[in-house]
Every structure is written in C-alpha cells, then in structure tokens.
C-alpha cells in the first residue's frame, strides 16, 4: 500500500495528502499555542472580495478640449489598466470558489484531499486495467477536474452550516462601541484574534479583533469593546464598565 502510495507517479498526490495532514498538525498546534493559523490567514484577506482596491489611471487626451478652452473633455477619458478585467475575472473565480464565505484554510484542505485521494483512485483504477501507472502529470488533470468543483461543493456546504460569513460583512461599521469576546486565540497588538459579537439584531458575528496598545493582550474570554474599524480587522481596548455587555 505505500509502496503505491510512494511511488513516483503518485508523488504529486502523496505530496498533496503530505500537506494537509501537516496542515492539521500546525492548525491544532497553534490553536493550543492560541494562534490559530486558519484565523491569521483569513485576517489578511480583505473582508469581503468586493473589498479588492482596483486602480484605474486615467488617460485624457491632451489633444481634445472643452469649447470654453478651460480643458480636456473628461467625456473622453478612458480607462487605461489592463488589469481591471483580470482582477474582476479573479474575484469571480474566488468567490465561485466560497473564498469569503468560507475560511479559507478549509478550503485549502479540502482541496487537497480531494486532490490526492482522487489521484490515487485514478491510478488504482489504471493499474487494475493496464497494470501500469499514469506520468504524474497526466493523471493530475482528471484529479483537478475532479477537485477544482469539490471545493465549490464542500464550501457552498460548510457555508450554509455557518450563517456568521454570510452577513459578518454587513454593516460591520456598526460593530464600533459593541462589547465583544475573544473566542479563539490571544489577541496582540499586530496579531488579531477571533472575537465574538452580537448585533442589534440579536445575530452573532465573528471579527478579527487585536488591542489598540502594543503594551496589552487579550486572552481567549476577555471582554473587550470595539472603538474602530480598519480594513478587515477591529480595534478594541478593554471592557472595564459593568453597565456595557455583549447581549
């Protein structure tokens, strides 16, 4: 059996079940260490894929003015970046791939094991017919094909088990002045940690959150109160009124 699994034209798939098994062992080690790898993975991916910044330069035509002779004719103005297409085409393919809905770290190791499992299938299957194995290559792209759709499937999955990524981006300005709790790591300043809020609405969030002072931490259960907003993370300091709560 693992001499199969060994074997060169498997290696892309060994290596593939390699890193996910190594991924697991990492993730549990720093969530005992109380940094979670999936959380800092996701802390720096922009809130939501319409977040993706996408400069656009602006060419006008020095050649074309106004009637008034006051300038060009913005009218005229055309979008010169070449990357505006491709940057929309990669949030397309990432958010079909639940990247945003999903933690991104699941994603990564379902595809992986998908990714390996059905290589080896595949070659099991070649070996029981022909009694040789496929190049790796070759057998690698009915393995993507197969994958690639998986993660759509398991993410879509896992996202309806978790109604918190599918509205933690709206409205999170309202966030600012709610007493959270830290969940899941310890938060530093730098280093965010998962907290949990809930909203006027009475529905649960959960935010990356880190202090606001190099000189303070915020161990898992700490209350803390969110005072500001930036980018995908929150700002907090310590919550010492009794009279605020996270009900």
């Keep these: 059996m ?4 060994l074997a060169d034209a498997n290696l892309p798939f060994a290596v593939s079940l390699g890193l996910m098994l190594g991924i697991a062992v990492l993730e549990g080690t720093m969530t005992l260490l109380g940094a979670g790898l999936s959380q800092a993975i996701d802390s720096l991916l922009p809130e939501s894929l319409g977040d993706l910044d996408i400069d656009a330069d602006i060419d006008l035509n020095p050649d074309i003015a106004n009637i008034d002779g006051t300038g060009a004719d913005f009218g005229h103005a055309e979008l010169s970046n070449p990357d505006v ?5 990669l949030s397309r393919v990432l958010g079909w791939l639940c990247v945003g809905k999903v ?4 994603l990564l190791v379902a595809f992986l094991t998908v990714f390996g499992l059905a290589g080896l299938v595949i070659q099991s299957v070649m070996v029981s017919f022909t009694g040789v194995l496929l190049p790796g290559i070759l057998a690698s792209i009915p393995a993507l094909v197969i994958a690639i ?5 398991i993410g879509t999955g896992i996202a309806k088990l978790i ?3 599918e509205t933690s981006a709206m409205g999170s300005d309202t966030f600012i002045g709610r007493v959270a709790t830290i969940t899941v790591g ?8 998962e907290a949990k809020l809930i909203d006027t609405n009475g529905q649960i969030h959960y935010v990356m959150v ?3 002072s190099p000189d303070i931490e915020f161990s ?6 969110i005072i500001e907003k930036y980018g995908s993370r929150f700002h907090a300091i310590l919550n010492t009124n009794s009279a605020l709560t996270d009900d």
């Excluded at 297409?85 to 085409?89: E, L, R």
């Design 2 to 5: 693992f001499e199969f699994i």
């Design 85 to 89: 297409g491709s940057v929309s085409a």
């Design 103 to 106: 933690p991104i770290l699941i």
């Design 149 to 153: 759709p998986s993660v759509r499937v």
């Design 163 to 165: 109604p918190k990524d």
């Design 186 to 193: 310890t938060a530093r300043f730098g280093v965010a940690a």
């Design 210 to 212: 880190e202090p606001d």
């Design 220 to 225: 898992t259960g700490t209350k803390v109160l």
